[in-house]
């Protein structure tokens, strides 16, 4: 299905039998897909602009407020499957309020430790951002919808470098004192997370058929499908891709309970007189079962749980570790930058986000419609994560060997290397989707706070390289990671074996 304007603002069409839209409405958000992709990419910025809003005063106040964002993470992957991403999303955002509106409290080193680590909570807000995302759009462009909804989100990073002094001076101006002015401005990005988390939770469904525990219903329809009546959901293996006639018709069967299937290349339909549950060709439901502890450990100790892990915490941990230490990298690398130019400059490297993310999720989609068959469509998106990875490990190499003395090819070389770490992270997320569907949550919250791990330990290399003085060759050495990891996991199957499309 090729691009048209008109997918930007119509209501797109959907999947017949998962009613996954197939497009998706940027510019429409009084559309129900186009509405939950909104809040799902703005929410996510008005947490990360929160999690950012308090300025990192004490160097090991970002690696504090990293730990506790992983852990949130660990935590929101089941709840989200448990009780839906919509319900978990507008928590969080509600819950980090609270310590987002008692930060202006804070007057020591210790404040700032414990403000910032349960302000991390908005940090976790990312998992359900993603599996909320999932849930409504279809396979032909989840990488795009995921890569878009974590991109636009992370934006929220840069924008409060903006925001923030803004408000900051209004207040100066109209006479506040500067210790007054600089808490009074906690309001603005309070009031922000508190409207928003209320709106998601009001405005929104929590799937395409409404309530969370009704998403595992099949096949309850006769006639035409109707998205506004319709009352179920059921995801199979593969995609669809032709638009769907108006005319099809789905068949109810009263005796057994079982996902509607449609024929695809190389995937024989279910045999409902067989009762052998171990059937490979029997396609399973791909709708998301309340998380048990063996169902955890299961997906935990999967190795394609292991491939997302390892290459999102050198991706999401690469960018986050190289944000926290770039302006000071180019201050000491370039004395004529003031402060900040040196921090505007830096910024950039966040920003780039908005752009290198969605290419990632894009061109993952792209080699899937490209490749259609399965599993080498897969084969196709799992290569490109790690060739995402590959070159930004390269990339941070060559960086750290040459340390650069001329600005144009400082900038130049990290500019190029931030858009392959970054294209990795929205290619990741667009392969969680087809891994482990019906625990999706759960493969989301362990790839999630694995990006938050590899920020931290990532950190620690940069401020053990003599004294945190030493950035190229932390460069060096955290792109020989990167380089190792990703060409050590590139043999892992994209999908579990005995699951539809896998081997």
């Not at 419609?369 to 490109?384: E, I, V």
């Not at 290619?427 to 989707?433: K, R």
Request: charge should be positive.
């Amino acid at each position: 299905m090729g691009f048209k304007l008109s997918y930007l603002y119509a209501r797109p069409d959907v999947n017949p039998v998962t009613l996954k839209a197939r497009s998706i409405p940027l510019l429409n958000p009084v559309d129900i897909y186009g509405r939950v992709f909104f809040f799902s990419w703005f929410g996510f910025m008005i947490a990360f602009w929160a999690w950012y809003t308090f300025p990192p005063l004490v160097a090991n106040s970002n690696i504090v407020s990293l730990c506790a964002t992983l852990l949130v993470r660990l935590v929101a992957g089941p709840l989200c499957d448990k009780f839906g991403p919509r319900n978990v999303f507008g928590g969080l955002l509600l819950a980090g309020s609270i310590p987002l509106g008692l930060a202006p409290l804070v007057h020591n080193a210790r404040g700032l430790y414990v403000s910032r680590f349960f302000i991390g909570i908005l940090g976790g807000s990312f998992v359900p951002c993603q599996v909320w995302s999932t849930g409504f759009f279809d396979k032909n462009v989840i990488g795009t919808a995921n890569a878009l909804t974590g991109g636009l989100g992370n934006a929220g990073g840069g924008i409060t470098y903006f925001i923030m002094p803004a408000v900051y001076d209004a207040l100066a101006g109209a006479g506040y004192l500067p210790g007054q002015a600089w808490r009074l401005t906690f309001l603005v990005p309070l009031s922000m997370v508190i409207t928003t988390g209320i709106a998601l939770i009001l405005l929104c469904p929590d799937t395409p058929t409404g309530r969370w525990r009704d998403r595992h219903l099949h096949g309850q329809r006769d006639g035409p499908l109707d998205l506004d009546k319709a009352n179920s959901i059921v995801d199979v293996p593969g995609r669809i891709t032709d638009r769907p006639d108006p005319s099809d018709t789905f068949e109810k069967s009263p005796a057994v309970a079982v996902a509607i299937t449609i024929p695809i290349a190389g995937v024989e339909p279910p045999n409902t007189n067989n009762n052998n549950n171990n059937n490979n060709n029997q396609p399973a439901t791909e709708t998301v079962q309340p998380p048990t502890a063996r169902e955890l450990v299961r997906v935990a100790l999967s190795p394609q749980a292991a491939f997302h892990a390892l290459t999102y915490s050198c991706s999401f941990g690469t960018e986050l570790a190289v944000n926290g230490v770039l302006a000071a990298y180019y201050a000491e690398r370039f004395p004529r930058l003031s402060q900040t130019e040196a921090a505007g400059w830096a910024a950039a490297f966040g920003f780039l986000n908005v752009a290198s993310r969605p290419l990632g999720g894009a061109i993952s989609d792209l080699l899937y419609r490209r490749f259609s068959s399965p599993p080498s469509a897969l084969w196709w998106k799992k290569g490109w994560v790690v060739a995402c990875g590959v070159m930004a490990g390269a990339l941070l190499i060559l960086i750290g060997a040459l340390n650069p003395g001329r600005e144009g090819a400082m900038f130049g070389l990290v500019a190029i290397m931030a858009l392959f770490a970054e294209a990795g992270n929205g290619a990741n997320f667009s392969l969680v989707p087809h891994v482990h569907p019906q625990a999706n949550g759960v493969l989301s919250g362990l790839t999630g706070a694995a990006g938050n791990l590899g920020g931290v330990l990532f950190a620690v290399v940069f401020r053990c390289m003599d004294g945190g003085t030493n950035y190229a060759k932390g460069f060096w050495i955290i792109g020989v990671v990167n380089l190792g990891v990703n060409l050590g996991v590139c043999w892992i199957p994209p999908l579990p074996k005995g699951q539809v499309g896998g081997r």
